[in-house]
Structures are given as C-alpha cells and as structure tokens.
C-alpha cells in the first residue's frame, strides 16, 4: 500500500513537471498575427545580451538588436530591439520553453509587440519566421514550432507536429502579409 501511493505520488509529480515547463498556445493563422502585430519587419540579428529585469534579479531577459532589412506593417525604424523572458548571465539561466533562440546574423520575418521600451515576438515563438535558403538556393521563410504544444482555438485539440511547421517561399509570404495589413 505504501509502495502505491509513493509510485502515485512520484507518477503525478513527474507528469506535473513536464506540463509546467511545456508551452502550449493557440495557434493564430497568418491573417490574425499581420493584424495583432504592431511592427511587422524583415530583419537581421546584429547582436544580443542578457540582463536582469528589475534589482530583485528574480527574471532574465534576452535584448536582441535587429538591423531592419524591411518594414511590412508599422512605423518604419532602421534598428529595434525584441526582448524574450530568459537567458543565462553568469551561472543563472533561465529557460522558457518554446522561445527561439536568437543568434547573430540569423533572418527572419519578424511579427512583434510592444512591451514599453521594447518590442517582443508575437505569442512567444508564433510570430517568427526564420529566413533560410533551400538546395536550390531559393529564399524560404519557415515558423517551426515543433517544440511548442499547439491547439487549435476553435476544436482545442492539439495540432499534429506536421502540420505545426508552416514553411513560404519568403515572396510570398511577404505578399500575403502585405494582402493582410492592406486589409485593415
């Protein structure tokens, strides 16, 4: 009997653990995030660092500097800076599940909010498409949320990881934004 309950105690523990650090969202269709987002631009990493959010030092967020390459929707800027809650400085990390990581010189269309003096990504990962060549050498624009548990907001089932990697050809992903914003 003893044995059941710490097996039952240990079961509910480990699957509580897993589900507090997994990120789920609903997903937003292309249309709903071109209208929910501010700014939407084309962009290139420059740099990143990491700070604390307040003197407490209980929250780390990551700063990463964009060079914009071109501004779809929103006042048009040369450079913006998108804060993600997470990162390491020293020997603390914080670790959000499901926020992409950004690197210097990486591409992306990027769909963002303001949150006061910064911008951040549009429902944490939902929002950015990462630019990259093909075989053939043709620009695509992939949003992979492959390690994000997505639901669809009108069944609320999970989506399959399939169907959670949206992959454009960047053209045409930058036509439909365009469609989209010029709807407003």
Not at 48 to 56: G, I, L, T, V
Not at 85 to 106: F, V
Not at 159 to 173: D, G, N, R
Request: proline share 1%.
């Amino acid at each position: 009997m003893r044995f059941h309950f710490a097996l039952l105690v240990f079961l509910f523990l480990a699957v509580m653990w897993n589900n507090s650090y997994s990120l789920t969202i609903a997903r937003a269709s292309l249309r709903e995030l071109s209208g929910e987002s501010e700014l939407i631009v084309r962009a290139r990493v420059t740099s990143s660092h990491c700070d604390w959010a307040n003197e407490a030092q209980k929250n780390i967020y990551t700063f990463a500097d964009l060079e914009v390459i071109e501004t779809l929707k929103g006042e048009k800027m040369d450079k913006i800076t998108v804060s993600q809650l997470g990162g390491q400085i020293g020997d603390w990390g914080m670790i959000i599940s499901g926020t992409p990581y950004l690197q210097k010189d990486d591409e992306a269309i990027f769909f963002l909010v303001r949150n006061g003096d910064f911008f951040e990504i549009h429902s944490i990962a939902l929002g950015l498409f990462r630019i990259f060549k093909d075989d053939s050498g043709n620009e695509k624009a992939v949003n992979d949320l492959g390690n994000i548990q997505l639901i669809d907001h009108l069944t609320g089932q999970e989506i399959s990881p399939v169907e959670k990697i949206q992959t454009f050809e960047v053209s045409s992903l930058i036509n439909l934004i365009k469609t989209y914003t010029s709807e407003e």
